[in-house]
């Protein structure tokens, strides 16, 4: 069965679906994007997700391209298309296609893609029972990293260069030398006193949506935490390290910089977050 996008208004085989040259996103990355996880066939957190695609558009002044409500069901009828009962559907708004200009165009529809594709049932999971390696970067981004835009590419070298080190994952540093956050994940520590830590979302990170719902696994157990910010030090003689995004979820940290964490395994905090994650989350219905 061939793969199936939707590309402003229509639903194409995904080897065709294609979007105009002087689209916004390619010409100037004018636009912003979402990605949900979909597991056991729903989709997980939409509507924290929508909110926060909300949130973008709005910063950028970029309009809506179709009612939410509309865009909730074509998600859904995307990942149905597709047949995915887990992966991802990830969805992006472009300001849209307009002659080459820095300036907004005017009159200008707001460009919709959405796609989907399968991840093998349990292939994170898997995962995190060896854990991933982390290296740390200097942060060397814009200032709106608060906004979910499609302008990544230092993102993109900051993986590389974990890629190329034998990492998973790279940890932005800003001038303090304090962790911001992960290439395209949050960063979270387990201090030695079994306190839990994460950097402040008001600023220098994006608030990303499983750290929000994570949140509400950390109250659900019980767990001491602190929002505040710590630095790449701390993170290596911390007893556990993770980080949290809708791709990975919850997945364990066994080295920074080469340096293991604690004895280099998995931790029992991030173990236990992950296995109460999907119970805590919204689950909408995919099809």
């Not at 047949?83 to 849209?96: I, K």
């Not at 942060?139 to 993102?155: A, E, H, Q, S």
């Not at 910089?257 to 995919?286: C, M, Y």
Request: hydrophobic fraction near 40%; aromatic fraction near 6%; charged fraction near 25%.
């Amino acid at each position: 069965m061939p793969r199936i996008a939707y590309v402003n208004g229509r639903y194409l085989r995904h080897a065709e679906a294609a979007v105009h040259v002087e689209d916004r996103g390619y010409q100037f990355a004018d636009g912003v994007y979402e990605v949900c996880e979909v597991a056991r066939g729903y989709i997980i957190d939409m509507p924290r997700h929508l909110d926060r695609l909300a949130r973008s558009l709005k910063e950028l002044s970029i309009g809506w391209p179709v009612h939410r409500n509309v865009l909730e069901l074509i998600l859904r009828e995307v990942v149905r298309r597709n047949r995915v009962t887990d992966g991802l559907v990830y969805v992006q708004v472009t300001r849209g296609v307009a002659s080459r200009d820095f300036t907004f165009p005017e009159g200008v529809r707001p460009a919709l893609v959405v796609t989907a594709r399968k991840v093998p049932a349990g292939s994170q999971a898997k995962r995190a029972e060896t854990g991933i390696k982390v290296v740390t970067t200097p942060d060397n981004r814009w200032d709106r990293v608060d906004i979910k835009t499609v302008g990544l590419l230092p993102n993109v070298l900051a993986k590389q260069k974990a890629k190329e080190a034998g990492a998973q994952e790279a940890w932005f540093v800003d001038g303090d030398g304090m962790v911001t956050e992960g290439g395209s994940s949050n960063a979270w520590i387990v201090t030695r006193d079994g306190v839990l830590v994460t950097r402040p979302a008001e600023h220098g990170i994006l608030r990303g949506v499983t750290r929000t719902t994570l949140l509400d696994v950390v109250a659900k157990l019980g767990l001491k935490f602190e929002e505040r910010r710590f630095t790449v030090e701390e993170a290596k003689s911390a007893r556990e390290a993770f980080i949290s995004s809708a791709t990975t979820i919850v997945m364990p940290v066994i080295a920074i910089d080469g340096q293991p964490i604690a004895n280099g395994h998995p931790g029992s905090v991030a173990l236990s977050l992950r296995r109460a994650f999907f119970d805590v989350a919204e689950k909408t219905k995919a099809c």
